[in-house]
């Protein structure tokens, strides 16, 4: 292996270039191959030999976006977030860490590059644009100015060396002069002090007169941009009173033409015509809200949005062009005057604190984990009893994780004050995709909880709702929560979770249905939660997607929302994690539009003519959708500070297991395993969780004795029947992930973890 030229620890310039040979991690039959990697203007190519150099790269990462993480003394990884991922060795340590300093000096040098060449964008998109020759002309005034600027910060750098060099110099010479006795060196000395004193002389005088020559070129040049800028302002000013004038003008012609042709037919009845003249005040007062519309979307479900025509916003019921159209008139507008309104129809709540909550937990410990002792470990021992480490986890339980379902609470309010059907939908719909916000960077698992467990959130004073969970079945896992809210809305659900383990990925579905009730229209929506797939089990990072489609039914009114949750592709062209829908009535008929992310934001939007299109990529027909402006109806908190090393936990996350007084002896917040995790005595934890497994299993022997016993009589053994079918098994040793393994899965898991740690 030849050596590479070991990285300068200076930052190398933009002509610099690192290479050398490292194995690169292929796949489970050929393992680490040799291969030619080049660095080189921020970008980390690599070539099967040094003869591919000129003619087939095989693969290139931009290191302005990338993570480097060193895995072992040889080994370290090169990422860009997912889509791709080098996991490479080198040959000794010492050759790995001057490719780590390699590649931190290309990516701090490649980041600040970006930088500065966002800044010089923001500052060249504020000139006014010139045509023909001016242009050219004003910006290489701008570069020449910057140049000139840069040059003389440069002198002022070689300056300051030299005033430190020849400083030092002669703080050393008059301390030699001190030391020496007067005599016959005296002389030479004081000529050496000398001379250095006038180089520390004339260098200040050069550092002085570069620093005045930079303040005079700064000075000049700062008025000169002051004042281009200050005419840009009212150049810009100028244009948008007039574009406000030309529009004021446009809907003032198109009121003019509408009213040419389409009053004379009401002159006949005074009441159309007052009717009308009420119109068109509601036009001038609405005239800035009305006119804004959003672009074109393709979206994956089967239909398409566009901009609406501005006489939709006022007219009902026409066909346009030949094409049959359906209007979305017989509901109220969805805006926040609707629900100001709304809002006057209940009594407001004064909610006030009853506690300061908890804004951190201690930091989560990096531990090794030795997974070669737990195979050894497990030698003779039957599956069921082979306990897993807490590593895996994360200091929650699962009744915990599905009471995070209630951070996005305020979507239930805003839902409950509504009268009309279909913007309760809007809402509901909102809500079921926020439940998913928190498990985008979420990837350990929760504890399972014990038979009988519970968990009590109490924020009626807080928030103005109160959630209860219980585990209610242990085998098959089953969880029942119930929630309520002073604002009018009940929700509750039953979960049981099913899963599906294919060696790279992990799907998990989760069974069992969610209600909600708003107490005041009576209303009753139902829906079901979508597939969750934790990807790279083998090798990788892990990350996890959610996808699927979700149908929320209001029993009462028969509406309906179909949600779609597109699955990740490398080679889509739509954004990761989006979700669509489309809300329909009893009809059928599509009223708003639903899109956005599950991890950042939803948008709806108004429908108000829908009409067949052209056919779609899989040759079905697409419908599409003239609306208005997508507002956003739902926006994802922002993490805490410092939540990378906290689990990634939400605000809400980081007070579910905060001790409080009054609650059960059963409330999750007392597991003594998962208090001993959140406060870093792994050890500890893991020693307890064995002990909590080995009494359920020691529990569940003694209610099997029982039953065998009582079964000498019918009545008797039907009674034990209810009472063992939520059997005790053991807590982590059938699950990875939220859900129930099979036994011979068990074993894939371990060795999977085993080999991601080679």
Known sequence: MSEPKPPTPTTPTAGDTYKGWLFKWTNYIKGYQRRWFVLSNGLLSYYRSQAEMGHTCRGTINLATANIAVEDSCNFVVSNGGAQTYHLKASSEVERQRWITALELAKAKAVRMQDESDDSGDEFCVVAPVSGQGAGSHNSEIQSTLRTLSSKVEDLTTCNDLIVKHGSALQRSLSELEALRVGAEMGEKIRQVTERATLFRITSNAMINACRDFLSIAQMHSKRWQKALQTERDQRIRLEETLEQL????????????????????????????????????????????????????????????????????????????ISS??????????????????????????????????????????????????????????????????????????????EDLEYYELLDKAAKCHNSLEQMCYVAAFTVSSYSTTVHRTGKPFNPLLGETFELDRIRESGYRSLCEQVSHHPPAAAHHAFSEKGWTLRQEITLASKFRGKYLSIMPLGSIQCIFDKSNNQYSWKKVTTTVHNIIV?????????????????????????????????????????????????????????????????????????????TEGKQRTV?????????????????????????????????ELEEG?????????????????????????????????????????????????????????HEAGTTASEVSDESKYRFMVFLGEEVLLGVLCVAILRKR
Not at 342 to 363: A, F, G, H, K, M
Not at 372 to 396: A, Q, R, Y
Not at 563 to 575: C, E, G, I, T
Request: hydrophobic share 30%; proline share 7%; glycine share 6%.
């Open 326 to 403: 359906e209007m979305g008139t017989d509901d109220t507008s969805f805006d926040e005057l609707s629900l100001a309104s709304n809002s006057e129809s209940l009594p407001p709540l004064e909610l006030e604190p009853v506690r300061q909550r908890r804004t951190r937990i201690p930091d989560k410990p990096n531990y090794y984990l030795n997974l070669w002792s737990i195979m050894k470990n497990c030698i003779g021992k039957e599956l069921s009893k082979i306990p897993m480490p807490v590593n895996f986890n994360e200091p929650l339980s699962m009744l915990q994780r599905l009471s």
């Open 625 to 657: 959708y003239q609306t208005l402006k997508p507002k956003e109806i739902w926006r994802k908190n922002p993490l805490p500070d410092g939540a990378e090393n906290m689990y990634y936990f939400s605000s809400l996350a980081l007070t579910l297991n």
């Open 663 to 719: 609650v059960a002896p059963t409330d999750s917040r007392r597991r003594p395993d998962q208090r001993l995790m959140e406060e870093g005595r792994w050890d500890e934890a893991n020693a307890e969780k064995q002990r909590l497994e080995e009494k359920q299993r020691s529990t569940r022997r003694e209610r099997e004795k029982d039953a065998v016993k009582a079964a000498a009589t019918p009545e008797e053994a039907d009674a």
């Open 247 to 322: 529009a004021k003008q446009h809907n003032h012609l198109e009121r003019a033409f509408r009213g040419a042709t389409v009053l004379p037919p009401s002159l006949s009845n005074p009441n159309l015509s007052i009717k009308s003249g009420i119109s068109g005040k509601g036009d001038a007062s609405d005239e800035d809200d009305d006119n804004e519309f959003f672009d074109a979307m393709e979206d994956p479900t089967g239909f398409i949005t566009v901009p609406a025509d501005p006489k939709y916003h006022r007219r009902s019921g026409s066909n346009v062009s030949g």
């Open 540 to 616: 990788g990072k892990l990350w996890i997607d959610q996808s699927g489609e979700i149908d929320v039914v209001n029993h009462k009114t028969g509406d309906r929302c179909h949600l779609k949750f597109a699955p990740y592709s490398y080679f889509s062209r739509d954004v990761p994690r989006k979700v669509t829908g489309v809300v329909t009535d009893k009809d059928g008929k599509a009223h708003y539009v639903l899109s956005g992310t599950w991890d950042e934001k939803m948008e709806f939007s108004r429908i108000m003519q829908s009409s067949k299109g052209e056919n779609g």
